[in-house]
Structure formats: structure tokens, C-alpha cells
């Protein structure tokens, strides 16, 4: 309803934003140079955030960033199951055949990263969303994929991205052996106070404005609202933006700010 209001040609607040169009905060830009580097090492990464922090998103640009005759990455998205269904599900996502047994769907899939390594010279990447919620062998048995002893150089880049307590479970002895491989380690954080500012410009822009839209009282107070977590920004600017218009003002306050937040309580 607000576009029209505003002269904006879509909503400015979608979530399925290019990967090239993402704004460029600090920890994302720290993110992104640390996933090159273990890119480069060819190792097992873990990325942790709170929901909404953005860390699918900035893995997602970095991989497509890739050049695809180097690189080739899989993505594997939440999963719940035991070890044999995420076997199956990385076997899927390489366009292999999903075989019955572990033992045969574990040697399809080292296989095929051999193949990419040694035959294409491609390195290939793994990448398991959602990994808080693995099981304790499903994370033994991810980490045995990466086991190349005859060799002096990885040839699968894991990584692992989750939230905040995936970082508390690998602490625990029971997964010692997983953490010790372990090359990086990043926690992605909000939007600081003094970059939500730009980040609202930014999607405003490209969504065809270069209007002041946001009050500077109503910045704190999304910014409160929402510890510059991108999604809970996106929901509350979206929606006070909505607010905004149906009272016929030029831009949104904190107190439309406030309305947002007892909306989406």
C-alpha cells in the first residue's frame, strides 16, 4: 500500500534480495574475508548468528561470487534426520545416485569429491544450514567425509552455519574431534547502531527512492526494537512504512515505530 505513497517501485524490504545487492555492514564484510580464507585452506568452517543475523545470506553471496569453473558448492538446507538422510540429501545435491546402504552412499560421495578434485580440478564445497539441529553423529560422520589421510592438501571445504547454541554444542567433549578441525570460527552480530541509518537508505534506494523515510527518533527506536538484526528490521520498517502511509505522513516516526512493535507481539 505504501509503495504509491512513496514512489517506490517494490517493496524495499523483500527478503529475496540478490546476493550482489546486499548491504555491506562490518561483520558481514569480516564474514566474507574469512570464508575466503578457508576457502583457500580448504577446511572446516563454522558460521553461527542469532535468527534473522543474515549468515545464510552472506554465505550465499560469497558462494556465488565463486567462479564456477573452480569451484563447485553444495548446499544443504535444514535437516533432521540421522546419518543416512543426510548422506542421502549431500548425495542428491552432487547428482549422484542415492544408494540404500551408508556404506555405499559414504563411498559415492567421497568418490565424487575425489573426481571434482583430482579429474576437474574443481574444489568442491559443502555447505549444511540449519546445522544446530544435527544429531551428535550426523556431525561425527560430516566430519569423517572430510578424513583424507593419503593425502597432504583437503579436498572437501565444510561448512557449517547455525545459530548461537550450534557454537555451545561443539564445545561439549562428545565433539571435540570436530572442533579441533575447525579453521574458522566466526558469530555474526546486527547491523551497529550507526549503520542502520545507511542500511534503510540503501534498500530504499533500490527500491527507487532516495527519500529520508525514517525519522531520526524512529531509528533508535527500531534500532531497540530489533538489536540491528536484519530481519526484525526488515518486518518493522515494513510494516511502520505501511502505518506511516495509511496516516498520510512524510515519514515514519518512532511512534509508528511503536505501533510496528505491538503489531508483530
Known amino acids: 500500500m505504501y509503495r504509491k505513497v512513496y514512489g517506490l517501485a517494490h517493496h524495499p524490504f523483500e527478503k529475496d534480495l540478490e546476493p550482489g545487492k546486499l548491504f555491506g555492514s562490518k561483520t558481514a564484510g569480516e564474514l566474507e574475508a574469512r570464508l575466503n580464507y578457508l576457502l583457500q585452506l580448504r577446511g572446516i568452517g563454522l558460521v553461527t548468528g542469532e535468527v534473522g543475523s543474515g549468515k545464510t545470506s552472506i554465505c550465499r553471496k560469497v558462494a556465488t561470487s565463486l567462479n564456477a569453473g573452480l569451484y563447485r558448492v553444495f548446499y544443504v538446507p535444514l535437516t533432521t534426520g540421522n546419518v543416512t538422510d543426510i548422506?542421502?540429501?549431500?548425495?542428491?545435491?552432487?547428482?549422484?545416485?542415492?544408494?540404500?546402504?551408508?556404506?555405499?552412499?559414504?563411498?559415492?560421495?567421497?568418490?565424487?569429491?575425489?573426481?571434482?578434485?583430482?579429474?576437474?580440478k574443481i574444489r568442491p564445497i559443502l555447505i549444511i544450514d540449519e546445522a544446530q539441529y544435527l544429531r551428535n553423529d550426523v556431525l561425527e560422520n560430516l566430519r569423517l567425509l572430510t578424513n583424507y589421510e593419503m593425502d597432504s592438501q583437503n579436498r572437501l571445504c565444510m561448512i557449517f552455519v547455525g545459530q548461537a547454541e550450534l557454537r555451545r554444542r561443539l564445545s561439549l567433549s562428545v565433539h571435540e574431534p570436530l572442533a579441533q578441525r575447525l579453521v574458522m570460527r566466526y558469530h555474526i552480530s546486527g547491523l551497529a547502531r550507526d549503520e542502520l541509518s545507511p542500511y534503510l537508505k540503501h534498500r530504499l534506494e533500490l527500491a527507487g527512492t532516495q527519500m529520508e523515510l525514517f525519522e531520526q527518533p524512529a531509528l533508535e527506536a527500531l534500532f531497540q526494537a530489533t538489536n540491528g538484526l536484519p530481519r526484525k528490521v526488515n518486518l518493522l520498517a515494513h510494516l511502520s512504512l505501511n502505518i506511516a502511509s495509511l496516516q498520510q505522513a512524510q515519514a515514519v516516526s518512532s511512534e509508528h515505530i511503536q505501533i510496528a512493535v505491538e503489531e508483530t507481539g
Do not use: D, P
Not at 104 to 119: D, G, T, W
Open 87 to 120: 548422506y542421502k540429501s549431500i548425495a542428491w545435491e552432487m547428482g549422484l545416485t542415492t544408494e540404500r546402504s551408508l556404506a555405499a552412499l559414504y563411498r559415492s560421495i567421497r568418490l565424487e569429491v575425489n573426481r571434482l578434485c583430482l579429474e576437474s
